[in-house]
């Protein structure tokens, strides 16, 4: 068992800690679905993407290896997305992805914002799990945008 107790929770600080957002995402995504394009544009450059625009990149890290990750990218008007949230197989169900949700709505907060929104996949059972225990809940048909994501099936929402 990892010791969740050592793990920190950051902001995305260097190139390493890009690419480790990069393939942290990526080996989770292929697994289930495939890269699309939405996909590549952030996890190519999650600072111009993410960062620079207002948002912010957490990594989770275990000495000197992140073990997980999330985005805040905001949306305007107060509201922001959760996004590309990815712990490393041996890291899942441990809490690390709990303490990362948080600290991005945490952020999000200091930020203004709103309401943080996120889309997934019903396939995903204990990310969705993991999303309802942090006080998302699952928005109706109509309350959906049109998603960059043709795996997105589940749009989530949390009112701050």
Known sequence: MPDTASVVIDDLATPADA???????EAWITRFFALEDADRAILGDPVGRVVEPGGAVFVARLGDVVVGCVGIAPEGDGV????????????????????LIRAAIDRARELGARRVTLETNSALGSAVHLYETSGFRHLAPEERHVSPYARADVAMVLDL
């Open 80 to 99: 922001f997305e959760l996004v590309k949230m990815a712990v490393a197989d041996d890291h899942q169900g441990h809490g690390t992805g709990r303490r």
């Open 19 to 25: 690419v480790a957002f990069r393939t942290l995402n």
